[in-house]
């Protein structure tokens, strides 16, 4: 079974996530990006599902234009996991290469 984060490690996990920030109300992580054109959010989308895929692990989101909002939360421990973290210092690391 996965365990969400108590206080102490998500205030934790937050202080390492940089412009990712805490929806209380659904115990997840949320980030817009902006991108130049439709084509370059998409391909960002594309990198973040193979990166999903192969961590087993999909984030909520959704895209309009140059824009892709998106929300991280592990439905399976009711909240906020490690998992999440993890998955967000990676969409960053996309950002990056």
Partial sequence: MIEPLN???RATALDTL???DFDEARDALTRQFLFGDFSEAFGFMVRVAMLADKSDHHPEW????????????????????YRDVD???GIERLLVS
């Fill in 7 to 9: 206080e102490a490690e």
């Fill in 18 to 20: 940089g412009e990712w």
């Fill in 62 to 81: 959704s895209n309009v234009y140059n824009r892709v909002d998106i929300l991280l939360t592990t439905h399976d421990a009711g909240g906020l996991s």
């Fill in 87 to 89: 998955m967000a210092k």
